[in-house]
């Protein structure tokens, strides 16, 4: 059943990798948005396979078709259903991985919970899903256009971008290939990955998301604060090991005379350690939080593991994979913050007479 | 509108600190479920104040009482209403702290939300509301009894109980008022929260929660995935800023040859970095997790702020507040990580023939 | 899990008939709206037994209780939290109709769904359930002051009330005891279920309820048109068997050419058969519908049923029942419209830019 | 927001009448399940136009393609995404009808409350969004396959089947246009369409559908319950104005004794007035309700209206229009009530221990 996400800003999807498509349906979009559709494509862009060398070299143009809830350009606020065609299926043979359970995948997981499992590839559990959320997300920021949404990597491995967010110039972002609004950091985990994919191996990383120009008032507590909403949002993102906003998990080793943001007459605060939400609504500041990856799973490696039959075989990871999902990744963390927000900025409308 | 959790097992709450009563309606527990009631108030007891020198010194009973769905002594699959006395009002004189904001508190913000706010303590925004929770959660505990719930303190500002959890024992977490089931350890943060609190300050910690016995096949992907509903719940505990489950902030400096966890024949896994979750969907594993909690806003000190309309004012805290708030926030832990086992328990009885 | 109504103003409740109370939790009510708590109660005495000859002779106060969400006479947009304590519990023995069935009762479909029954009187299958619903829909009404409401009593067993509601003064529902706007009618009808009543049995009717100064646009097609949850809402009603709106049932017989509602050039239209909704939207024409009602099941008379083990039991209906139901309903009726309402006036605020 | 139905069988569609495609997803299909996909698309061949004499002559293949979900002939506990090509769009000149508001459809609401529409046609409110549902309800068939659902056409304008339903033959559904179980019944219904159509105008009916088979325990009070659930969904279909179940407007003429349902020893009941649902669960009695469908808007004649501009216009209705909806409209009935008994069904499971 958990296939959707959001409450008034709703996005339902389905697909397999290997199936004929993927796609979605948006609901709650209000009538009346503007769309710019090449601005939707570009951020697809942004997550598609191939695009650099230290991404997976698969091939896919990951072009989105819009089937309904747009006319003369504008949503009519009937619900947008959007499709993603898979055009990189491959009619092989699958035998050999059919009945296998590689380590640290959901295949074994898939395979217990539902007694069957699409196994072409990750099947539900690929993260080719997450195109899906890029384009409701992108649809969101249209929908936000006054906020700003800018996520970039801040790590891979050890290598840490040791630098404040107020310190970095966003623009940067997207000029080079990780994603990282440093150059001479860039450089050095641009150059840990290539060495790590060399290996055969993967890497992990952070990324971190910073959100300007929110109203105050967003969020809905006490179960759906917009902190807990953001995160529950990331730790849907495959790979994802953990959260954190503000102060995080630094917060915990303070005090709280350090720890207090103080406050000007105007209502900001001096400082925000708070990460922009007190009591899980916005408060004006800025948001910002931290997400973390793990490895991805599938090395080219040789490696031993089991069938269905709890038989130990051995295994060799070949193909196109991604030796580290932190630079394709920056583009979903933005887009599922934006539809977060993009549901609490329309459940806000109703809060008060 | 966000005062309802879970999707099956669900938990609707009310209630402000000052006001008459709290409570909630726990909706969608199954019938024939043999309660122990002094179990739950047991649990309330665990999270109540004055139950020790290093927590708030207020006397509340937290009473619960069953107003229906339970008839002679078991669940009738009819909503279970439930209410908790608030003994500890006075008819104070709140009018200093009427128009005032306190710093990282959500007095601010609830206030530019709704336009209006109960301005007698916390309101809706403090953490009396958990003591709902505890009730449904030692509702969904035996619910669930044949699973192993297990939270405790791992630090208190810098002092980390540097021990995996295998080499605990957690019949030790109740041995002593920190709830941290290392004694040594324990004696330190205590003289810690001691020190910290004849500053008239306050300290952040986390807690870590193992839980064990659970049945493969919990979760929904792709957007309620176990791990993401467990986080979500963690951070809707008032001052939590972080959550890391499996290998976490550390997975993402490692290396995928190094974070795999290779099978056994069983299908059980020789490591545990995923976290006893693959895929969103547990695996029969261990699944541990790590809350950050921020210290508690509320000082001792004299402090300055503003009021409604701007001004700066100095104000001075006073009664009784935690000077740590973890120790009582590890049965939170565990009540909030029952609901959502519980939830995910029911849901997927449907999910094949 | 059937216990919440409602999205963004949405009723949970709680509560067995025996139990000690029975109550709810309001959510998403919006913040600043000053309540007229005495106009609630008086919603409750409107439906409470014991008002007239015509209806049960029961006694109970039915008072409401607020708890939480109102502060200073104005919702806080926080939970709202009610409780109607029953105060007519006997502690009689039960011990006759602990394992019967009553026929055209819930007793033995919740014996069977749930494996257990509150079988201290109808348990959460009463009626008295709906003082709760009636609490959340006067509130309703509040928030909806610019919209009136009138439900009445159309029928008593066959006689019918045959004027449409336009020559009728609304005015005088609440000026006889059966809540029928026409003097004339209203005696034949009370004459009816008093005749009714002396022969220990019960009676049907039905209720017309007229909702005027609708903004047009309420309604969320397409499984959320505003008519199909008008009817939803009424089909919740203990005893209801029938729900048609505009033309109704008459409707099907008709042609299109007589059916069609042409316009006028200010956007309203010639005739109303369409009943104030077109394409699950109101139109802001009149919405009218017309809600059945059939005899309540427990008569004061002998009568043969069955037990728990299939065995052949005769019984004895005694107690204070109501004859006919209806009198009683018309409250009901416009409070879970005033809910419906409610929704979609707070559902419609997110819908266009 | 209106576009999703059910809480664990959950529908999301999208499309309008003269975009792309419509389609939808159907999430929370237990895994497992072979699927006959001629079935499917047999359910779907019932609907379309083109089909008969009495029907639209409109041709439309309305072959549903599968995209998810689905793998080796199975359904896989994920979602099943699934499209229906629009292939009848027309690229013809709109301008017209652009900014004008046929009486009785939606146009006039649709511009209202979205402040935009698709104008090609019915867009959203059309009727051919009920494709989606009747793939749905196909696979929900499916799942349910041990329950009997049967829809058939009860009247035609003043036409009605006199007969109970215990005295028809259902497999004689089928064996003539109209869709009515006795054949002379059928014959007189047939030529009072043709008639009506000969004359450019339109004719009303009502459906009646009996479940067979249905398992004790099904529905959710006090809000889902099953005849609520049954009733919004019908109350979903276009030009639906009322819904009855069992002893429907009827029982509320009667009195209690002659409307309880007495019980035999094995628990069924002497007579049925209940219509199989007791207290909103089902008890294992057939289930049997009547829908009432207005007469189609769209009339082959001259007719005044207004445009935007609040100007009258004549128009000229053309093109090919169903004279009576209520031969296409029975497999949709089957189809939503299959939908709802199978989210009951799988609702149920949790019920208890």
């Keep these: ?44 862009n942004r997550r598609k396979p191939g695009q650099s ?33 898979n055009t990189n299926q491959k009619s092989k043979d699958y035998s050999a991985i059919k009945d296998t ?70 623009n940067l972002i997207e000029s080079n290939v990780v994603r990282c609004p440093d150059e001479s950091y860039a450089k050095k985990m641009i150059a840990k990955i290539k060495e790590i994919k060399k290996q055969g191996d993967t890497i992990g990383g952070t990324i971190t998301c910073v959100i300007q120009n929110v109203p105050i008032g967003l969020g809905e507590p006490v179960f759906d604060k917009l902190h807990a909403r953001l995160g529950m949002a990331m730790l849907s993102i495959n790979a994802v090991k953990g959260f954190e906003y503000g102060s995080g998990f630094c917060g915990a080793k303070m005090k709280g005379s350090t720890h207090n943001d103080a406050f000007n007459t105007d209502g900001t605060t001096k400082t925000n350690l708070s990460g922009g939400i007190q009591g899980g609504i916005s408060n004006g500041m800025d948001i910002y939080f931290r997400v973390a990856f793990k490895p ?15 038989n130990l075989v051995t295994m060799q990871g070949k193909g ?31 809060n008060k007479l």
């Design 296 to 310: 991805v799973a599938t090395l080219l490696q040789k490696y031993n593991t089991i069938d269905n039959h709890g």
């Design 101 to 170: 359970f590689r380590p640290s995948h959901a295949d074994f997981t898939y395979t217990k919970k539902y007694g069957i499992r699409d196994y072409r590839g990750g099947g539900r559990s690929s993260a080719r899903e997450t195109a899906n959320w890029i384009v409701a997300g992108a649809i969101a920021k249209q929908l936000l256009s006054e906020m700003k949404i800018n996520a970039y990597t801040s790590s891979v491995g050890d290598i840490f971008l040791e630098k404040p967010y107020q310190e970095l110039n966003f």
């Design 53 to 85: 060398a230290i991404v997976t070299q698969r091939k896919e143009p990951d072009t989105v078709e819009f089937l309904s809830g747009i006319f003369e350009g504008a949503t009519t606020g009937t619900p947008i259903g959007f499709l993603i065609k």
């Design 320 to 350: 196109r994979h991604d030796p580290c999902v932190v630079p394709r990744a920056v583009p979903i963390v933005e887009a599922l913050a934006a539809m977060v927000l993009a549901d609490f900025y329309l459940l806000q409308k109703s």
């Design 1 to 44: 059943m958990g296939n959707s996400f959001g409450k008034l800003f709703k996005l339902s999807t389905f697909g397999e990798s290997h199936g004929k498509a993927i796609g979605g349906i948006i609901d709650g979009c209000p009538a009346g948005l503007q769309l710019d559709i090449k601005a939707i494509q570009k951020e697809l």
